[in-house]
């Protein structure tokens, strides 16, 4: 399961924590809205399970144009 809480929106993005279903501390990412690309933190590409569900999460936000300050996905 991955936990995901905005941490800073503005027009050009949004910054999430990523948190596991233990709510430990993953990582942080940047998604640009426009272009739909997403930044993680220290890294050049998505590693993780954790970063692609992430990333499937905030293409459904961009069809509404809202972001949620917490929302939170399982592997089922």
């Known amino acids: 399961m991955v936990v ?4 800073n929106e503005t027009d050009k993005y949004v910054e999430y924590a ?12 940047r998604f640009y809205k426009d ?3 997403l ?17 499937r999460l905030l293409l459904e936000c961009v069809e509404d144009n809202v972001y949620p ?5 399982g592997w089922g």
């Open 4 to 7: 995901m809480k905005l941490i």
């Open 18 to 29: 990523l948190y596991n279903g233990n709510n430990e501390f993953i990582e942080k990412i």
């Open 35 to 37: 272009s739909k690309f």
């Open 39 to 55: 930044v993680i933190e220290g890294k050049k590409k998505m590693t993780n399970h954790y970063e692609t569900t992430s990333y």
């Open 69 to 73: 300050k917490e929302m939170s996905k």
